[in-house]
């Protein structure tokens, strides 16, 4: 398909983001502010071949999607903050049968009901955090609508390259503020699909990485036979309680992601190279903080933004070296300060400010350079 423009919300760039990605299957439960990507998936999948499924709940919608990709299909739920909670045991099987998918979440005011027309971005913690045991996850952070599909297609990639589910993390501004998109025409984007096995069925091993730490994945009804379990398991998937299968296991979970930081994680750097003071942001603050540091350039104040499009993993080695630049760090976050410590413990001794907000607004320009003014006079 030739490339296309459109004028539309951050939520239609992620379907369409998904379906140029080589999505054919949604699973999902419509919940503000992410129902627009499930109303457009419902338009859209029968167009392409693919499946669109509403289920009775979040949990039956992330299990589907489990299915579905075992299947071989490239699969994607969408939800917010209240539905990823009860995702969140699914995610931990995603893992631990390393399955590939998608969960984009729109995040909304929160905790439990909280505030469902309006942003927050509260939800950053739980992505790696919610389920239980040690494990890496990977979580993008569009700030535009079309980074919503751009991210989109790359967390597809980043899902069947690393067999890992991965997080489009969007406030809800982001979902549905509107914006110009273009869709590239579908030979210029870069599609990334599974490995798959190069032996005969009686000789794979479904759980026996390569080089790379990630195992070729079989589909089911190809002809391969073989176990998928949640349980600790050895290479054949069978389940067991030995300890050096368990070390052997999730230091190869963690692994194939730690060992990629560098390849996964993307950022971008705003008029950093003389600034005093560094903004950290991500998604919509990302955008008011950039206004600010123009205006705080003309006022004569060396400002610059380090905005995370990748939280997870956390870019350790990029703070660090960001703080031996600066003079003052200021973490800009719709929520308590949820990175804030994160940035904190990698930042050695250059001082580290919190600037939360809690609420369904985002910080505003003339607030983040007032925190600019704040911090250059200490």
């Known amino acids: ?45 029968p167009q392409v ?30 939800t917010s903050g209240p539905g990823v909670s009860l995702m969140m045991e699914a995610i931990g099987l995603a893992v631990m049968t390393e399955t590939p998918l998608v969960l984009v979440n729109i995040m909304r005011g929160g905790p439990s009901t909280g505030q469902p027309t309006r942003g927050q971005q509260g939800d950053v913690m739980q992505a790696k955090w919610g389920s239980h045991g040690d494990y890496q996850i990977i979580a993008l952070t569009p700030a535009s609508v079309q980074e919503m599909f751009d991210q989109t297609v790359r967390a597809f990639n980043l899902a069947e390259q690393y067999r890992v589910p991965v997080f489009v993390l969007a406030d809800e501004t982001v979902g549905h503020m509107r914006e110009k998109l273009v869709i590239p025409d579908e030979k210029d984007l870069e599609i990334v699909d599974r490995k798959r096995p190069t032996v005969p069925p009686e000789e794979y091993l479904p759980f026996k990485p390569d080089e790379d730490l990630v195992p070729p994945m079989a589909t089911f009804g190809s002809g391969y036979q073989f176990y998928a379990t949640g349980l600790t398991h050895d290479w054949r998937g069978y389940p067991s309680d030995k300890d050096d299968v368990q070390m052997e296991l999730i230091t190869r979970l963690n692994e194939k992601i730690l060992r990629n930081v560098d390849k996964i994680v993307e950022m971008e750097r705003f008029q950093l190279d003389d600034a005093d003071v560094a903004i950290i942001a991500y998604g919509t603050p990302s955008r008011s903080a950039k206004r600010a540091i123009r205006e ?17 993993p956390f870019p350790e ?44 607004t985002p910080q505003l320009p003339q607030e983040i350079l007032q925190k600019i003014r704040e911090v250059v006079t200490q």
């Open 49 to 78: 071949g693919g499946a669109y499924v509403q289920y009775e709940d979040e949990i039956a919608s992330i299990t589907s999607v489990i299915g579905a990709s075992w299947a071989g299909t490239k699969a994607m739920t969408a």
């Open 296 to 312: 705080a350039r003309r006022q004569g104040l060396k400002a610059g933004l380090l905005r995370l499009k990748t939280i997870w």
């Open 1 to 45: 398909m030739p490339e296309r423009v459109m004028f539309t919300m951050g939520d239609v760039a992620c379907a369409e983001g998904a379906l140029s990605a080589g999505c054919r299957y949604f699973g999902g439960y419509p919940i503000t502010p992410a129902t627009e990507i499930a109303e457009w998936m419902a338009i859209r999948m």
């Open 317 to 360: 080695r990029a703070i660090m070296d960001l703080a031996s630049e600066v003079r003052h760090i200021v973490v800009a976050e719709q929520n308590m300060g949820q990175l804030y410590h994160m940035v904190r413990a990698s930042a050695g001794t250059t001082p580290v400010h919190m600037m939360r907000k809690p609420v369904g």
